[in-house]
């Protein structure tokens, strides 16, 4: 069974940092590009970063550019997003999604061109 799992979510005051992880089970992992999406109440599910098949090929929302960083692992079937100097505006739940429909070299930045999601990890950014 394909699933991803995240973890890391919580409550973090602004300016902090917080890193995100996404466990991947159940396929071969190494062959998926990973993205992170986030939803906030009210507004669409976004892109908020992605990672290639060979880690190589990466894209970052401009509103977290400069301060989020994603990075894989696939000795541990796992992808990171590193958060810092965070905003109460990065509330939101974060979602890790799986794609093999892409080049090795590429990730996709649409919601419908993933098709393998997780649950989500809440992340609140408030003082």
């Known amino acids: 069974q394909l699933q991803l799992v995240e973890s890391g979510g919580g409550l973090v005051q602004p300016g902090g940092s917080q890193r995100l992880s996404c466990a991947a089970s159940?396929?071969?992992?190494?062959?998926?590009?990973i993205g992170w999406f986030r939803q906030a109440p009210g507004k669409n599910r976004e892109l908020v970063t992605c990672?290639?098949?060979?880690?190589?090929?990466?894209k970052y929302a401009d509103s977290v550019k400069g301060r989020f960083t994603i990075s894989r692992d696939n000795a541990k079937n796992t992808v990171y997003l590193q958060m810092s100097s965070l905003k109460p505006e990065d509330t939101a739940v974060y979602y890790c999604?799986?794609?093999?429909?892409?080049?090795?070299?590429?990730?996709?930045?649409?919601?419908?061109?993933?098709?393998?999601w997780g649950q989500g990890t809440q992340v609140t950014v408030s003082s």
């Open positions: 990672i290639s098949e060979n880690g190589e090929g990466t």
């Open positions: 999604a799986a794609t093999n429909s892409e080049p090795y070299y590429y990730c996709p930045p649409a919601r419908w061109q993933y098709d393998v």
């Open positions: 159940g396929f071969s992992f190494r062959n998926y590009a």
